[in-house]
């Protein structure tokens, strides 16, 4: 059966644990607590939200269940623009509290996953027309920005931003239209994959007892005998069973006015969900040495053009949405002006449509509020409370995660106190600004670290720096896997570093259940691979069969539902 990464030991701030510390919790094992364990806390939602709540509170040793009604990441935390940073047009809103803390937010996860947090230059060009200049003409107002910005990290700054002649700017841009260029601003900010985000806090709360289940889904809310109770449905052909918690947490995202209604039919629309697109080109197009904003064709906004994993990613726009909550997509017309917004901004690249290697859209969980575009609506969260004693948190951004969910547990704790559920002393403050995700850092630098490892399993230093820049301190967990079979160190698709061994790992440690679990949010191949990973899903297959013991029958229907959902 798949399982959930124990690596983390009891010692908070432990690292690089060994391979035989990493013990196997089954998804059905956890599925079993739920039925008969009264939790301190039980937390809706598998995102970057939920998977923060639950690493918040059990650190704190309060006993915590998470349930997620598809696979973790897969919604809105696994199709962001990849920043962790602090947002520099909230500057222009006047949101310097927010911009202070996703600063600091961003300094705390350099140091505690710092290939989580990778730093990144920022090229801002300034032309003499403000329509081609991302944040506008006036470089004396984008200066004192960035000075504030600088300013507003404090100790914690990347890098001080600077002035680029127009010579300078073009070296790290080379297809960046000179036509008028004054010249560019460079500034810092960090690099993230998002969906490995998630499952590094997911497997970091399960390493601490929490009882985890993706495909578990949340289908009615009550009380039973006075215990908050949730109707959980195990979609993997499962029953349903009631899982008890004296505080449950509704961190859903964009669903959470579904979850709302559930505990209250008559619950108000609280959130306006704004859709983002972005767009993934081959990186060699631009070779772009650094990020760059670009202004976006037709909105009054900018585009982030970031080099992100051998590609280039585009995006993102900003507009309402009414549709499917659960698979917005980007429509032809909105690729398009992502493509026209590049191609204006790069002309010596020759940008066309059959350039693009995939798209993604993801969906923010804005609060409503009246007639404010969805540009002007705040992204700090807020936390609500119904009369049935639901919390609710929505809104928000990817790089505050820790603190919204610092803040969540804090009112649970209150919540517990107030009915003798626990103390405070049990409960202690956050602690999760010293947690080591993924393993912990390795000791050496990553080239170094990626040479050593390279001669000892046999594997070339390109293949072993992707392990640890994917896996951090557990990367040496993926190469073990080597010694059962040296077949594991195969390439899975040719120009791309992944191998057969990440696919075993993904289904012993980290709760893979199915093939787009593993092509989509362990890795990004689906976005990367100009094919979304149809090449190798057999291979994939036969690999998860023989982990999650399929039938040959299973095997082939899971073979088919991938390809069915990337061929449409």
């Known amino acids: ?88 047009r909230y500057l222009e809103q006047f949101h310097f509290g927010l911009v202070r803390e996703s600063l600091h937010e961003r300094a705390v996860l350099s140091r505690t996953a710092p290939h989580l947090s990778k730093p990144l230059k920022f090229l801002v060009p300034i032309y003499a027309s403000s329509e081609r200049s991302p944040l506008g003409a006036n470089r004396l107002k984008l200066s004192i920005g960035l000075w504030l910005y600088d300013l507003l990290a404090g100790s914690q700054n990347i890098g001080r931003h600077r002035w680029l002649s127009p010579g300078e700017a073009v070296h790290l841009a080379p297809s960046l239209n000179r036509e008028g260029l004054r010249g560019a601003f460079v500034y810092y900010d960090c690099l993230t994959d998002d969906a490995r985000l998630v499952i590094e806090i997911i497997k970091a709360a399960a390493a601490r007892g929490a009882m985890i289940a993706n495909y578990a889904a949340a289908r009615g809310l009550g009380k039973n005998d006075g215990v908050p109770t949730i109707v959980v449905q195990d979609a993997l052909g499962g029953d349903s069973f009631n899982l008890r918690a004296k505080v449950v947490v509704n961190a859903t995202g964009v669903w959470s006015d579904q979850v709302s209604r559930l505990s209250d039919a008559g619950a108000p629309k609280k959130l306006r969900p704004s859709k983002g697109i972005h767009v993934v080109l081959p990186r060699e197009k631009l070779d772009n040495q650094t990020a760059v904003l670009i202004p976006s064709i037709g909105e009054s ?238 291979r994939v297959a036969r690999l998860l069969a023989r982990e999650l013991d399929w039938s040959k029958a299973e095997e082939q229907s899971a073979v088919d539902e991938f390809l069915r959902r990337w061929l449409e």
């Open 301 to 538: 906004r900018f585009l982030f053009v970031i080099p992100w994993k051998g590609r280039t990613v585009v995006g993102t726009t900003d507009t309402d949405y009414q549709g499917n909550l659960d698979e917005p997509i980007a429509e032809p017309a909105e690729v398009i002006r992502v493509l026209e917004s590049a191609a204006r901004a790069f002309p010596a690249a020759n940008l066309s449509s059959a350039d693009v290697i995939s798209t993604f859209a993801g969906l923010r969980p804005l609060i409503s509020a009246n007639e404010q575009s969805t540009k002007e609506l705040s992204r700090k969260e807020e936390i609500f409370e119904d009369a049935t004693g639901l919390i609710t948190i929505t809104g928000g951004k990817l790089t505050t995660w820790r603190r919204m969910a610092e803040r969540v547990v804090d009112l649970a704790v209150r919540r517990l106190e107030s009915i003798g559920g626990v103390r405070r002393q049990e409960a202690r403050r956050s602690v999760t600004d010293s947690i080591q995700l993924a393993g912990g850092t390795p000791p050496r630098a990553i080239s170094e670290e990626a040479s050593l490892a390279a001669t000892e399993f046999g594997v070339d230093d390109g293949m072993a720096e992707h392990l640890i820049d994917t896996y951090g301190g557990n990367y040496r967990v993926v190469l073990e896997l080597i010694r059962e079979s040296s077949d594991l160190k195969s390439l899975l698709i040719f120009g791309l570093p992944h191998i057969e061994a990440e696919v075993i790992y993904s289904a012993r440690y980290e709760m893979t259940e199915t093939l787009e679990d593993f092509l989509s949010h362990r890795t990004r191949i689906s976005l990367i691979a100009r094919d979304h990973g149809r090449s190798s899903v057999k």
């Open 1 to 88: 059966m798949p399982a959930i990464d124990e690596s983390m030991p009891e010692d908070i701030t432990a690292v690089n644990d060994a391979p035989s510390q990493l013990s196997i919790r089954t998804r059905a094992a956890n599925l079993e607590r739920m039925r008969h364990q009264v939790f301190d806390l039980a937390v809706i939602g598998g995102g970057i939200t939920g998977a923060g709540v639950a690493l918040d509170a059990v650190s704190r040793g309060l006993s915590v269940a998470l349930a997620e009604k598809r696979d973790f990441a897969s919604g809105t935390s696994s199709r962001s623009s990849k920043l962790i940073h602090g947002g520099l």
